[in-house]
């Protein structure tokens, strides 16, 4: 399975997700987005997209 993480920095409780996360990083496709970085280039964000766009979940933290 393909997972897009997109970190937001908006999710309270992020250290159990991301724990949670980690344990399916052995069995499926982990894709990490950070979105709290405030200077991202068009294709930066054109990579966020084609992430999520070809995951099968897509978790916001």
Known sequence: MNI???????FPDRETMEGALSEL?????VCRCDATRTLMSDEQWNQVLDAMLTSDVVVTL
């Open 4 to 10: 897009t993480v997109l970190n937001t920095g908006l």
């Open 25 to 29: 990083e052995a069995f499926h496709s």
